[in-house]
């Protein structure tokens, strides 16, 4: 099975005067709303590197779908004849 999870966490950080940076607050379901051309840039930014990291592609995803649809049809028509 080449079934994979993961999970983007968005991290809130104050850094302080002397550059010292503190987590204020983990968020495991951060918004991907973009208001602004810099949220915008760095959420685009994020989802990319998600995707790369993950090794991830237009064509892993369409043979995945496939082979989904396949088990799929599989299971629909175990113990049942096929009419041709």
Known sequence: DNSM???I???DVYVDEYL???VLEVNHAPSFV???PLDTKIKRGLVHDAIK???L??????KFKREKAK???????KGKKRMT
């Open 53 to 55: 990291l993950l090794n």
């Open 9 to 11: 966490l968005g991290f």
């Open 34 to 36: 973009c208001d602004t």
């Open 5 to 7: 999870c993961f999970e």
């Open 71 to 77: 088990e799929f049809e599989k299971r629909a028509l």
């Open 20 to 22: 010292k940076p503190w």
């Open 57 to 62: 592609s237009v064509s892993k995803k369409n």
